[in-house]
C-alpha cells in the first residue's frame, strides 16, 4: 500500500533549522509531484514548498529565501531543509505526493514542527 512517512519534526528555538524527510512506498516517486504542506493550529492547511518531477520548485512567499525542497529519486525521498525558523513557522507539516494526470494526492500522518521564540 501506499506510505509516505515523514521524519525530521522537533522543537527548536527561533532562528536554528531542522530538516523534514518524506520517504516514500507503494507509488512511482520519480512520477509524482512532491509537496511540503503545513496545518498550524487553528488555520487551514498551506502549501509551503513544491517540486515537480522535472526538479522544478516552488515556494510559499513566507518561507521563501529560507526553506529549500529537493528529492532524491533513487530513495523515494523528499527532503524540506528550514532555515532562519520562526515561530510562525510551528505546525504539523504534511508531505504529499500528487500525480496530476490522474489528479491523485497521497498524504503522510504529519510531523510536529515547533518553533520557540
Known amino acids: 500500500q501506499v506510505q509516505l512517512v515523514e521524519s525530521g519534526g522537533g522543537s527548536v528555538q527561533a532562528g536554528g533549522s531542522l530538516r523534514l524527510s518524506c520517504a516514500a512506498s507503494?507509488?512511482?516517486?520519480?512520477?509524482?509531484?512532491m509537496c511540503w504542506y503545513r496545518q498550524a493550529r487553528g488555520k487551514q492547511r498551506e502549501l509551503v514548498a513544491r517540486?515537480?518531477?522535472?526538479?522544478?520548485?516552488n515556494y510559499a512567499d513566507p518561507v521563501k529565501g529560507r526553506f529549500t525542497i529537493s528529492r532524491d529519486n533513487a530513495k523515494n525521498t523528499v527532503y524540506l531543509q528550514m532555515n532562519s525558523l520562526k515561530p510562525e513557522d510551528t505546525a504539523v507539516y504534511y508531505c504529499?505526493?500528487?500525480?496530476?494526470?490522474?489528479?491523485?494526492?497521497?498524504w503522510g500522518q504529519g510531523t510536529q514542527v515547533t518553533v520557540s521564540s
Open positions: 504529499n505526493a500528487y500525480y496530476s494526470f490522474t489528479n491523485t494526492h497521497y
Open positions: 507503494g507509488i512511482i516517486f520519480s512520477m509524482a509531484n
Open positions: 517540486i515537480a518531477t522535472s526538479g522544478s520548485t
